[in-house]
């Protein structure tokens, strides 16, 4: 006799302040070295979080942890009150979804078709959603026009807007982007924090991983900054992107400075005159 597995259930909206993930104690070891020591951060719903730090620093392996996909050595990570190795993987597809450094693909996928691998997850779950989703995500990440172009043919841009679309049309209500911005030129570097901005308005919690600081400082709610493996501060950009803290995190003198128009915080390396 066959048994039937229960379909999972899609989690219920947070309410803007509540825990959506957090790691409490979170050591991470990776080939024999020890990369996250200790490591204490909370994800909330209705914020934009960014992982800010040096190369190195255990930024990625923090986000691979809270996405489950990096085993911890010790301490717990949790996704709604529960420990990550309590939920299901189609439990887990529900709750988080998560946006690698780089995306490749060995078969000749359209955009489309890309874009809706997103809706996997949801599969015997409001399937009525998805060509709405698939829509709304190719639109906000400005990639509907080449929709039926074949994913190898594009850019790197191009192909991290695309993979962006994928984990907008999940609709998880935690996002976990690692370096998002980072094949981006001007003016999708923008749009793509927007959308954070925007996911986090509507009630989702981002993780974001940048090496832009202007660009956390300018949409990011608080900023985690990681040194070797650990928080070296945590908090709103305004408060805790200090010369001080980041020249030494950095190990190079910067200048912080406030937006002659908005007075938002930017952060530049210092130079001689």
């Known amino acids: 006799m066959r048994l039937l597995r229960a379909r999972p259930v899609p989690p219920i909206p947070s309410v803007p302040g509540e825990v959506v993930a957090e790691a409490e104690g979170l050591s991470v070891r990776l080939g024999g ?12 719903a209705g914020e934009v979080l960014a992982l800010v730090g040096p190369n190195g620093a255990g930024k990625s392996t923090l986000l691979g942890a809270l996405a489950a996909d990096t085993p ?7 996704i709604h009150d529960r420990s990550v190795a309590a939920w299901s993987a189609p439990e887990l597809a529900l709750r988080r979804a998560v946006l690698p450094q780089s995306a490749t693909l060995t ?28 829509a709304e995500a190719m639109a906000l990440t400005e990639v509907a026009g080449f929709a039926s172009r074949p994913f190898s043919a594009l850019s790197g841009g191009e192909r991290a807007r695309v993979a962006l679309a994928r984990v907008l049309a999940q609709r998880a209500p935690l996002l976990l982007l690692d370096e998002p911005t980072a094949a981006l030129d001007l003016k999708h ?5 927007l959308l954070c901005r925007e996911r986090a308005e509507a009630g989702d919690a981002v993780v974001v991983v940048l090496h832009d600081l202007g660009l956390a400082a300018a949409y990011a709610h608080r900023v985690a900054v990681l040194r070797a493996g650990r928080i070296a501060a945590d908090g709103p950009p305004a408060e805790i992107f200090t010369e001080d803290l980041l020249s030494e995190v950095y190990d190079q003198p910067v200048e ?8 938002a915080v930017l952060v530049v390396p210092r130079r001689a005159d």
């Open 33 to 44: 070295r020890d990369v996250l020591h200790g490591v204490d951060v909370t994800v909330r």
């Open 189 to 193: 570097q923008e749009l793509v924090l």
């Open 72 to 78: 911890a050595a010790d301490g717990v990570v949790r």
């Open 256 to 263: 912080v400075l406030p937006h002659p128009r908005t007075g």
């Open 107 to 134: 078969f000749p996928f359209s955009v489309e078709e890309v874009v809706r691998m997103g809706r996997a997850p949801w599969a015997g779950l409001h399937t009525e959603d998805d060509d709405a989703a698939v």
